[in-house]
């Protein structure tokens, strides 16, 4: 099956920089995107950041200018530089893939998370 592995999290100060990597045993140019999800405590998971096979990025307004996601097919991974982090950002981070087989039917895929806390 496909298995998504994240790593990278734990504790920083606020101001201080992460980096999340997500290793897949797939080769990810199957994948029509890759993404990095976050969930706080009592909140929805909501979207961080998406990268297409292409290339083409995406990401919230909350974090633009701040994070940086990327992917190294040649390593079947995918990453989520995070710079100048804000206690807002304490979440457990999840790497997602999205895939469609040839029968259409939309196939999603994640990982079992990592921690990141940013302390003030």
């Known amino acids: 099956q496909v298995q998504l592995v994240e790593s990278g999290g734990g504790l920083v100060q606020a101001g201080g920089s992460l980096r999340l990597s997500c290793a897949v045993n797939?080769?990810?140019?199957?994948?029509?995107?890759m993404g990095w999800y976050r969930q706080a405590p009592g909140k929805q998971r909501e979207l961080v950041a998406t990268?297409?096979?292409?290339?083409?990025?995406n990401y919230a307004d909350s974090v633009m200018g701040r994070f940086t996601i990327s992917r190294d097919n040649a390593k079947n991974s995918v990453y989520l530089q995070m710079n100048s982090l804000k206690p807002e950002d304490t979440a457990v981070y999840y790497c997602?893939?999205?895939?469609?087989?040839?029968?259409?039917?939309?196939?999603?895929?994640w990982g079992q998370g990592t921690q990141v806390t940013v302390s003030s």
């Open positions: 797939r080769n990810i140019f199957n994948f029509d995107t």
């Open positions: 997602n893939a999205v895939g469609h087989g040839y029968d259409d039917e939309k196939e999603v895929y």
């Open positions: 990268i297409r096979t292409g290339g083409t990025t």
